[in-house]
């Protein structure tokens, strides 16, 4: 008798979070969802906040639920922790909270951002040191403004973690800076696998603060004794560092071809459009682009433009009281949008007033205004323009790699939120002129559960993984038209 192999994926995103978890045998991935809640920031005196403590009483529950799901005496072998990618903690020696979290898109980094732009010595030789292009979210931008604001805060931490590595060190104990997520932070070398010391002088961040980052499959050690309690099925858990940003785990779930011809597009409140390479694409055509030089967990790269969406559809729904709340009213949007003719003109969705607007309708339609251009008459006509403008968004990065890079991608693949939206995969597939295959899949939780299955040799590699799971998967091909 095969004995299966059980892992918990604790994966939280900017707008929702949820504990899965995975059963491997034989060479079979089987997914329960154990918790899902929502996430937020807060806005207080004009400032932008995660509510962490939420945050972990949620994963704490999430684990609990994942036993209850287990079967009679099994026992939960792993878990793994992934989030968003840039937001961080900072930390004193004993692990204590010294400065409150911040979320990402709180306007504060505006002006070390429109500083570090202007200086266009500056902005390419931080990119040719990170591989990172300047952008609002920055970690190196957040803690630049922090460190300027309250000076103080350099005698306070001693520690910054980011926000999966706080997690794995109030599960398992050990502060680790893990390597993807500390890829997204603009203060890595991009020609190594540690910290640039140019990016940290230029942002004045202290070196301290980091540790060299470790590789995902790094095993933390157990469960901290207060977690595992009373609960037999925990005693031996082992808490993995997976790739902890959501992202590379989103990637390393589809199932590529291993000659790398392949777009990868994780489709969620962002649309990360990008590919794995040996190599960093650098240059000043990729700096002006907005490229970004993203890590996988084992160190590779993924070159990857950050393009805005699902959050302009998100957005969008604030302003309609017709927004639909059930799987039907969302199928039947996505259809009425589909009926209508394509429009002629779509929106600049790199429109920076996109980023945090306190209406996005009002944003969309002042853009459109601005353009001369008429605005849609209901929400199924919105739907429409912000599908077809990301479809658009998404062959354009496509293009831009094939540019800077000679190779011709043939297929792209394509998860997450999006990926279940008829209308955006059929936008992306006709703008680009390649098929679009999307997945029915949980990515990120799926990469997440990977690594840990690779970590503990239960699967060989992630090509073997990638290999066994594309087997199993449901896929949906979408063949350009027009
Ligand atoms: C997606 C994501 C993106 C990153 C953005 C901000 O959840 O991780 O990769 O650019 O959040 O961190």
Same mark, same amino acid.
């Given at each position: 008798?095969?004995? *299966?192999?059980?892992?918990?994926? !604790?994966?939280?995103?900017?707008?929702?979070?949820?504990?899965?978890?995975?059963?491997?045998?034989?060479?079979?991935?089987?997914?329960?969802?154990?918790?899902?809640?929502?996430?937020?920031?807060?806005?207080?005196?004009?400032?932008? &906040?995660?509510?962490?403590?939420?945050? /972990?009483?949620?994963?704490?529950?999430?684990?609990?639920?994942?036993?209850?799901?287990? *079967?009679?005496?099994?026992?939960?072998?792993?878990?793994?922790?992934?989030? /968003?990618?840039?937001?961080?903690?900072?930390?004193?020696?004993?692990?204590?909270?010294?400065?409150?979290?911040?979320? &990402?898109?709180?306007?504060?980094?505006?002006?070390?951002?429109?500083?570090?732009?202007?200086?266009?010595?500056?902005?390419?030789?931080?990119?040719?040191?990170? =591989?990172?292009?300047?952008?609002? &979210?920055?970690?190196?931008?957040?803690?630049?403004?922090?460190?300027?604001?309250? *000076?103080?805060?350099?005698?306070?931490?001693?520690?910054?973690?980011? $926000?999966?590595? &706080?997690?794995?060190? $109030?599960?398992?104990?050990?502060?680790?800076?893990?390597?993807?997520?500390?890829?997204?932070?603009?203060?890595?070398?991009?020609?190594?696998?540690?910290?640039?010391?140019?990016?940290?002088?230029?942002?004045?961040?202290?070196?301290?603060?980091?540790?060299?980052?470790?590789?995902?499959?790094?095993?933390?050690?157990?469960?901290?004794?207060?977690? !595992?309690?009373?609960?037999?099925?925990?005693?031996?858990?082992?808490?993995?560092?997976?790739?902890?940003?959501?992202?590379?785990?989103?990637?390393?779930?589809?199932?590529?071809?291993?000659? =790398?011809?392949?777009?990868?597009?994780?489709?969620?409140?962002?649309?990360?459009?990008?590919?794995?390479?040996?190599?960093?694409?650098?240059?000043?055509?990729?700096?002006?682009?907005?490229?970004?030089?993203?890590?996988?967990?084992?160190?590779?790269?993924?070159?990857?433009?950050?393009?805005?969406?699902? /959050?302009?559809?998100?957005?969008?729904?604030?302003?309609?009281?017709?927004?639909?709340?059930?799987?039907?009213?969302?199928?039947?949007?996505?259809?009425?949008?589909?009926?209508?003719?394509?429009?002629?003109?779509?929106?600049?969705?790199?429109?920076?007033?996109?980023?945090?607007?306190?209406?996005?309708?009002?944003?969309?339609?002042?853009?459109?205004?601005?353009?001369?251009?008429?605005?849609?008459?209901?929400?199924?006509?919105?739907?429409?323009?912000?599908?077809?403008?990301?479809?658009?968004?998404?062959?354009?990065?496509?293009?831009?790699?094939?540019?800077?890079?000679?190779?011709?991608?043939?297929?792209?693949?394509?998860?997450?939120?999006?990926? #279940?939206? #008829?209308?955006?995969?059929?936008?992306?597939?006709?703008?680009?002129?390649?098929?679009?295959?999307?997945?029915?899949?949980?990515?990120?939780?799926?990469?997440?559960?990977?690594?840990?299955?690779?970590?503990?040799?239960?699967?060989?590699?992630?090509?073997?993984?990638?290999?066994?799971?594309?087997?199993?998967?449901?896929?949906?091909?979408?063949? *350009?038209?027009?």
């Amino acid at each position: 008798m095969v004995t *299966p192999q059980y892992c918990a994926a !604790i994966d939280l995103g900017a707008t929702s979070g949820r504990v899965i978890l995975g059963q491997w045998k034989s060479n079979k991935l089987t997914l329960k969802e154990a918790h899902r809640f929502s996430n937020h920031f807060d806005t207080i005196g004009g400032h932008d &906040y995660w509510n962490i403590g939420a945050l /972990w009483n949620e994963v704490l529950t999430g684990i609990k639920k994942a036993t209850q799901l287990l *079967p009679k005496s099994a026992k939960l072998h792993s878990v793994g922790v992934d989030t /968003w990618g840039v937001d961080y903690v900072l930390l004193n020696d004993d692990g204590r909270l010294v400065f409150p979290v911040h979320a &990402y898109r709180d306007l504060r980094t505006q002006p070390g951002l429109k500083h570090l732009k202007q200086t266009r010595a500056a902005a390419s030789r931080i990119f040719a040191a990170t =591989g990172v292009p300047p952008v609002f &979210y920055n970690t190196s931008l957040q803690l630049e403004e922090t460190i300027q604001n309250c *000076p103080s805060i350099t005698d306070l931490a001693s520690r910054c973690l980011f $926000l999966p590595d &706080y997690f794995n060190y $109030l599960l398992s104990g050990r502060m680790e800076n893990e390597f993807s997520i500390s890829s997204t932070s603009q203060l890595l070398d991009v020609n190594t696998k540690d910290w640039s010391r140019t990016a940290l002088d230029y942002f004045r961040v202290p070196p301290h603060w980091f540790s060299k980052p470790v590789f995902s499959g790094t095993r933390l050690g157990g469960l901290s004794k207060a977690i !595992i309690a009373d609960s037999v099925a925990l005693k031996k858990t082992v808490v993995i560092a997976v790739p902890g940003h959501d992202t590379a785990c989103a990637y390393d779930a589809m199932p590529a071809h291993p000659e =790398g011809s392949d777009l990868f597009i994780s489709s969620g409140t962002w649309s990360l459009v990008g590919f794995e390479s040996p190599e960093p694409l650098l240059g000043e055509e990729a700096v002006v682009a907005g490229l970004s030089n993203e890590r996988r967990g084992n160190g590779g790269y993924r070159p990857l433009k950050n393009v805005i969406g699902l /959050w302009l559809l998100e957005g969008i729904m604030k302003d309609f009281s017709s927004r639909p709340t059930s799987d039907e009213a969302w199928a039947k949007l996505i259809k009425s949008a589909e009926q209508l003719s394509a429009p002629k003109q779509l929106l600049d969705v790199a429109d920076p007033s996109f980023t945090n607007p306190i209406s996005m309708k009002k944003a969309i339609d002042l853009q459109l205004t601005k353009r001369r251009l008429i605005a849609p008459k209901n929400l199924a006509g919105y739907t429409r323009l912000i599908c077809d403008s990301l479809g658009k968004g998404h062959a354009d990065a496509k293009a831009l790699f094939e540019r800077l890079t000679g190779r011709k991608f043939k297929r792209i693949l394509m998860v997450g939120g999006g990926s #279940r939206n #008829r209308l955006l995969c059929q936008a992306t597939a006709n703008a680009a002129g390649i098929p679009v295959i999307s997945f029915n899949l949980e990515g990120t939780a799926v990469g997440n559960i990977a690594s840990q299955l690779i970590a503990s040799k239960a699967v060989k590699d992630l090509a073997t993984f990638r290999r066994l799971l594309g087997k199993t998967l449901d896929q949906t091909t979408y063949t *350009p038209l027009g």
